[in-house]
């Protein structure tokens, strides 16, 4: 009886929201024009929830979706807590004890490919393209400097390759000092997007092995994990030398005077995906009008996000001590269309942080493949694995069968225009925008781990 009343409640709770908002709004989408009706009524299994987040500037759809009512729009009541690690994370999505959460995109795949604690996540949403970059102490850009080539009004060519880097490394082995960078897990975007940067120039940034998950085998680099928020004071310690790390994590090294980033993931690869939100499939399957609810909420904070004239109050939201905490001034050098590598050397970015366009929320299937050939280049994976086995794993994870249903309802609604649904396989066209210009075809991945000189090789 309980449940019923629970339910009744949020039916009629939705109901009453529809009436309020029963007026007609037309609003502008770039050059399209959508009109906003109120949000379709689904019976929600779970209107009380719980999603946990980590302090970066990416987890700003949660912040969004709750500041401006979207989640509310949806029948929903949520509640959203910081936690510590991503491992945190991770172990409290699986126990249960969060109802889903933003999580690094490499997570719920390694859960579901065997490296790590295994279990089954799903994910329907992307959060946000690109983000990061890779910062490296002031002592080691004065080394790196001199190696990077020069434009006409004498500040540094971007974007700068590891090469510039492969001298200071063996000078500092020389000096009988191993060089050492951080990143933020084994299996995030960061630890892939250094691994990728340094090996491009030819540094091996290590191994894993099944008896090994330090991933140091062999390495000129030595990487390991620190948590993002502690990533300034750790390189100001002298503990690491450098490190990958998303906003406002590097541009707090700049505003600190510590560090310079030297490259950013735009320039690694090209609108690469970054976070995702995720929820287990037992969640999912128990609760599926509640997840298509959470991602239509998701998706119209992405496109509230990708507004540029929004971005100022953004900056603000995610300044708050519940969300990332950080100064404004430090949040809106990456968010509002630029970036500062160098003190005083603050470019133009405007994608630096991508919520919505290029169909950003999206869960590409070619993008979690992405993530599947790099743990295996990197023996996360220990085993060569068939063609096949990629795409079988990564339809059980990625779930853009969701994101179509809440997309549909919001072109019902006229939240969001037709064309924004991508006509797709969920496979994106082959591409060389990575740094070293290397193809990747997410349909050919074994070919793909064999096209580099460093990393595992398979038939």
Not at 12 to 33: F, N, P, Q, R, Y
Not at 260 to 278: A, G, Q, S
Request: charged share 25%; proline share 6%; net charge neutral.
């Amino acid at each position: 009886m309980k449940a019923l009343i629970t339910k009744t409640t949020c039916i009629l709770s939705v109901s009453l929201l529809l009436l309020a908002s029963c007026g007609k709004e037309k609003k502008k989408d770039g050059t399209t024009e959508v009109e906003a009706t109120a949000s379709k009524t689904l019976e929600i299994e779970k209107p009380q929830l719980t999603f946990g987040f980590i302090k970066l500037t990416d987890m700003a759809p949660l912040a969004i979706a709750k500041e401006k009512g979207f989640f509310e729009d949806e029948g929903l009541f949520v509640t959203v807590e910081a936690q510590s690690n991503w491992k945190n994370v991770l172990d409290r999505v699986i126990d249960g004890q969060l109802d889903g959460s933003h999580m690094l995109a490499g997570q719920p795949i390694a859960a579901g490919a065997g490296f790590g604690r295994q279990a089954e996540l799903v994910t329907a949403y992307s959060m946000d393209l690109n983000g990061n970059g890779i910062t490296v102490s002031n002592d080691v850009w004065a080394k790196m400097k001199p190696n990077v080539p020069k434009g006409a009004d004498g500040k540094p060519v971007h974007p700068i390759k590891a090469d510039a880097l492969k001298p200071v490394i063996t000078e500092y082995k020389n000096k009988g000092n191993a060089f050492k960078m951080g990143m933020v897990f084994p299996v995030s975007t960061h630890n892939y997007e250094i691994r990728y940067w340094l090996a491009a120039a030819g540094i091996n940034p290590g191994m894993y092995t099944a008896d090994n998950v330090q991933g140091q085998i062999g390495a000129d680099v030595l990487l390991s994990v620190t948590p993002p928020p502690q990533m300034p004071a750790t390189l100001e310690a002298g503990t690491i030398y450098g490190y990958c790390v998303g906003e406002p994590w590097n541009q707090q090294a700049v505003f600190k005077g510590i560090g310079v980033p030297v490259v950013t993931n735009y320039d690694i690869w090209k609108n690469n995906p970054e976070k995702v939100f995720v929820m287990t499939k037992k969640f999912v399957e128990e609760n599926p009008n509640t997840a298509i609810a959470v991602t239509k909420a998701l998706i119209r904070a992405g496109k509230w996000l990708d507004e540029p004239s929004n971005r100022a109050e953004a900056v603000k939201i995610l300044s708050m001590p519940q969300y990332v905490g950080a100064d404004e001034v430090v949040l809106a050098n990456s968010m509002t269309g630029t970036f500062e590598f160098e003190k005083g050397d603050k470019r133009d970015m405007p994608d630096f942080n991508v919520f919505y366009k290029y169909n950003a929320t999206y869960p590409f299937y070619s993008d979690g493949i992405w993530f599947l050939t790099q743990m295996r280049r990197w023996g996360q994976i220990p085993d060569a694995k068939a063609k096949g086995w990629y795409e079988e794993t990564i339809k059980k994870i990625y779930r853009p069968d969701i994101w179509n249903k809440a997309a549909a309802l919001l072109v019902e609604e006229g939240k969001i225009p037709a064309s924004d649904i991508p006509k797709t396989d969920g496979y994106k066209p082959a591409t060389t925008d990575f740094i070293d210009g290397t193809k990747y075809d997410a349909k050919d991945p074994i070919g793909y781990i064999n096209s580099f000189a460093i990393g595992n090789k398979d038939k």
